[in-house]
Structures are given as C-alpha cells and as structure tokens.
C-alpha cells in the first residue's frame, strides 16, 4: 500500500543540547529529540543503558508476598511448578525460572499446556494433574491474569498459586497467593510495558536479593543475573513489546549474552538459524523466535523449553533439528493459509470498504492463524482477525491490530457472543462456536468503523530527520549503530533526502533495485529490496537507512532505500 510520509519536526534548541553534550551529529541528535529524548541525562541512559537504573522490584505490587511463598518453599523442600504459556515469551521465562530457582536450592518442575489441547492460559484439570504430582506451589508466567476461577480452585485445593503477567488486567483480579503484574491497578512499578520474562526477571532479582540479606548464598555462590538476561531479550524481542526503558536495557545487554552461546541450547538454535557471529534483533525476531515458537504451533512447545534448559550439546542440537523441522512445516502451512485469507479478503467484494477483516476457515491450523493475521494488517492495513473452526464447530481467533488502535478494547465492546477472549492492544485471541462467527464480524465491523477515521486506515511511513547530501557518509552509518538494538518501539530510523535523480539503475535479484543516485553534487550507492516496479525517473524523495556494504574486505557507504516517492516542495 502507498504510504503516506510523516516528517518529525524538532526544535533546534533540544537538538544542539543533545549534539554538543552527547558527542553526537546532528542527524543523529536530531533523531534522538523526535523519539522524546529531551536531556542529556535522559539521552546518556539511552546509548548506554545502566542496569544499576533498573527500579526497585518491590515496587511491583505482590512481589513481597511473592518472594516470602517461595523462601517458604525452598525452606520446606516444596516443589515448585512453572506453569508458563506456549509462545516464546512464556517459553523463555519458563526456562529463567526454573534454571535460576534449580541453581539456588529449589525443586522446580515445569508444565506448558499444550495450544490445542488445553488452550491459553492456566486450565483446572491441567492445575490438578499438576497438584497430583506432589506440587505445593504453582507459579504461572505470561498468563494468569484472568485466571479468577483457576485460582479459586487451587486456593480451595490448598496449593498457592503466584501469577506473574503482562497482559490486560479484567475488571476482577485473581484472589491468588500473589499477582505480580505491573498493569494491575495499585501497582507503582513505573515501567508499565514488561513482558511476561521481564516480569518473571524481576522476581528474580527481588527473591536474589532477599536471599542475600539472609545470608543464603554461601562464599562466591551468588548468582549473576546477568547470565540470565539472555532469555529476557529473547521473550522480550518475540512478544513485540516497546524497546524503551527496562526492555531497553534487557535486550541491549542480552543480546551480548545471546552472542556469547553460553547456554548450548541457545548455540544449538543459532546453528539452525544460520546465525554465525553477533545478533541483531531482527535475527532474533525473525530467525531464532520463530523456531522455539514453531513447535508450539504445531503441536507442543516444551521442546522450546527442554532446548533452553539443556546442559547436553548433543542433546541440544537434536532439539535444535527438531525444531528447525517444525519451523519449516508451519512456513509451508502459513503460505497456504495466506493465500486462502488474501483470496477470501479480495473475493468477497467488501474491501476496502470495510475498516476490519474477520474471517474464518474450517481448513486453518489454529497454530498459525495469528502469524497470518499479521501479514494480512502488513498488506491491508485492517484490525484482522483470523479464525480456524474445528469439526465440532469451535472456533479460535487471533487478531492483530494497526498502530493506535486498541485491539482488545474494540473486541471488548462486541463480546457478547464469545465464550472467551483476551490480549493487549496489538494482538488478541477469542473462543467462539462456529455458528456465532458471522455476527461476531458484523459487530467487530461497526466497533471498528465507530473507533477508525479514513485517514487512520492510511499506513504512514515516519520519517525521523531530513538530512542534506553532505551529512551523509560512512561515519553517520557508523553514529546510527549506536541507537540500537532496533525493534518496537525503537524502530530502525529513516532519513530522508530530497530532489535526487537517478543516474544509474538495474534489476538484481529477486526483483530489486540496484541504484546510483545524485543529490547536491554527491552520489550515492542504493539499494531497494522488492522495488523493482517503482518508477525511478525525474526529481525523487527517498526514505532510507545508510549503512556498511562490506565486498572483497572494502567498506563502502550503501543507503537501503524504504520508499520512494516524486518529489515534494
């Protein structure tokens, strides 16, 4: 889809505070203002977060009660369960909680329902399968909030229950041992935008340090969390939440610790992915995660667990294999489901007049739907929702939502025929029979018109600063490195330039553009990746991100073009 260009406008003042007081250029000063960066105090915690700055975890409301139960259990010798969600998020804190609690004295098991089966979140016969076991607390991470009635039974079974979440509190909390989730009303924990793992490190950090008053870690056994923080960027990265203030700093310093393969399952997973030498981000978001979360999606997702939990390099590397297996069958699964959603959307001869997409197939692996409805708001720019229907005519939605609107409030509002539902803003699930799914997509369809203007269904391109010819050059692309790790919340910027002209222009690849340009008596080596289409003659804007072309040990400056467009005034 065409997007429409959003150039941030900053004030000069701010821009030269950050310049001149952070070493830094102008661009990237520049940069830095438009994404709320208005000191330099605040712009020196951003390049180099500082894990001392991390706020205090007591702050989260239920963590004292939270670390008292669980000294209590190492105290007794009581055996603890983790009972964590499917996705990478819940497979990773999972894997923190029952490696770090193991490493301090405690007996830790752990339990990941399984997606078809059982379902999101904590499920009353899996709780009593648990409790048959011997377990005598029950920890729950990246679910539970909900989880009103399951708490009630394991209170009534005389098993404690702590629940460590992220995701949108109702309007009833759960009447556990312990609710740590920084969203529930009360909390004063200042960052709010934890994931389920960064909620899970917290604990961690507040138990250890409990731990340590008490004189329970005996000469050089303290832990470092430090080794731990792998796991975090991993949860963190895959559950697409803000890259801004704790999970900054989580991710900034775990992608290190995910560079170093401490853990052989973590080496084992980069084998597969073909990462060889640092991560990125990108590479965890769109190589390593997809991967633990694959075998979840098509059947269980403890081999994610049993993979981060793994000490075995032999065992690690056919978990690894397993998995890499996996992945590859829900790729060749979610092109088929894309192609039959895009064949749904453009056939039934409703958009774009609608603002939602609800559909529904009886055909659909309910594992994937979620990743397709994603691609589905990449192409269309619609709240979608995607929904498979079983042979007894349940069905099971995920939706993904567009920037600035809230998902979970919208199917909120038009819940009357679901048996369940829950999420976030972005990114939602729904449980429904069959018979109901046409009116739940009329309903959704007016909750969307009501809450989405025309104008917000038009996909923007933001622009972070303008740059002229001569501010652009090898150390800029050098300067820029220094803004990451990229992702949510802290996308990857793009600059733009105006007026250049194409003096040089050919098809490479799978349908790229390979480009010499010209602008202000400079010239510049492009790239743009799938835009072989996209005309290319007279005065152009391009939006872009410079960066290194290493070829035959020679750096050169290469600006990977995002959009093109006719020149503007």
């Given amino acids: 889809m065409q997007k429409k260009w959003v150039i941030k406008r900053v004030g000069c003042e701010i821009t030269e505070i950050l310049a001149t007081s952070l070493g830094i250029s102008n661009p990237v000063a520049r940069i830095l203002a438009g994404r709320g960066i208005d000191s330099a105090e605040v712009g020196k915690q951003f390049l180099v977060p500082a894990l001392s700055s991390m706020p205090d975890p007591y702050l989260l409301k239920g963590m004292d009660a939270a670390v008292e139960r669980l000294l209590r259990a190492r105290t007794g010798s009581e055996t603890v369960c983790i009972y964590g969600d499917y996705d990478v998020d819940g497979i990773s804190g999972t894997a923190l909680l029952v490696s770090f609690l193991r490493q301090v004295g405690f007996s830790c098991t752990y339990f990941i329902p399984n997606r078809f089966d059982d379902g999101y979140g904590l499920h009353e016969e899996s709780l009593r399968q648990i409790i048959t076991l011997g377990v005598t607390l029950i920890i ?228 994937v739907i979620g990743i397709v409805a994603s691609r589905l708001v990449e192409r269309y720019h619609r709240p979608t929702i995607l929904i498979a229907i079983d042979a007894e005519g349940n069905a099971k939605g995920s939706g993904r939502s567009i920037p600035g609107f809230h998902l979970l409030e919208a199917i909120t509002n038009c819940s009357g025929q679901l048996l369940r539902f829950g999420g976030h803003r972005y990114a939602a699930g729904i449980g429904l029979k069959s018979e109901a799914v046409s009116s739940f997509a009329a309903e959704f369809e007016v909750v969307v018109a009501r809450m989405l203007g025309d104008s917000e269904l038009i996909p923007t391109l933001d622009i972070d600063a303008e740059v002229i010819p001569t501010e652009v050059d090898l150390d800029l692309a050098k300067e820029l490195r220094r803004l990451e790790p990229f992702g949510a919340g802290n996308p990857e910027p793009s600059l733009m330039l105006r007026g250049v002209t194409v003096v040089e222009r050919r098809i490479v690849g799978d349908g790229h553009l390979k480009l010499r340009i010209a602008a202000g008596g400079e010239t510049f080596s492009a790239i743009a990746f799938r835009q072989a289409e996209c005309p290319t003659d007279g005065l152009l804007d391009i939006a872009f991100f410079p960066e290194d072309n290493v070829w035959n040990n020679k750096t050169t400056l290469q600006l990977r073009i995002k959009a093109i467009r006719k020149a503007e005034a």
């Fill in 140 to 367: 729950s991470v990246d679910c539970g909030i909900t989880a009103v009635r399951e708490a009630n039974f394991c209170r009534q079974a005389g098993v404690d229950l702590i629940i460590l979440d992220h995701h949108s509190p109702q309007e009833k909390i759960p009447e556990a041992t312990a609710v740590v989730n920084p969203l529930q009303p009360g909390c004063a924990y200042p960052f709010k935008m934890l994931a389920g793992v960064g909620v899970a490190f917290n604990l961690l950090v507040a138990l250890r340090s409990r731990m340590r008053q008490e004189g329970l870690f005996s000469l050089g056994a303290e832990p470092d969390l430090r080794d731990w923080l792998d796991l975090v960027a991993l949860g963190t990265i895959a559950d697409v939440v803000p890259l801004s203030g704790q999970n900054r700093m989580y991710v900034y310093y775990g992608l290190q610790k995910l560079e170093q393969s401490l853990r052989p399952g973590i080496t084992a997973l980069k084998r597969v992915a073909g990462i060889k030498e640092s991560v990125s981000c990108g590479q965890v978001g769109f190589r390593l995660a997809p991967r633990l979360n694959a075998a979840g999606r098509m059947e269980s997702a403890v081999p994610g667990v049993d993979l981060l939990l793994s000490n075995d390099q032999v065992e690690s590397a056919g978990i690894a294999d397993e998995l890499n297996a996996s992945n590859a069958e829900r790729q060749s699964v979610e092109h088929s489901i894309l192609e039959q959603a895009v064949a749904q959307v453009e056939g039934d001869g409703c958009y774009p007049a609608r603002k939602s997409i609800v559909i529904a197939s009886t055909d659909w692996h309910q594992g």
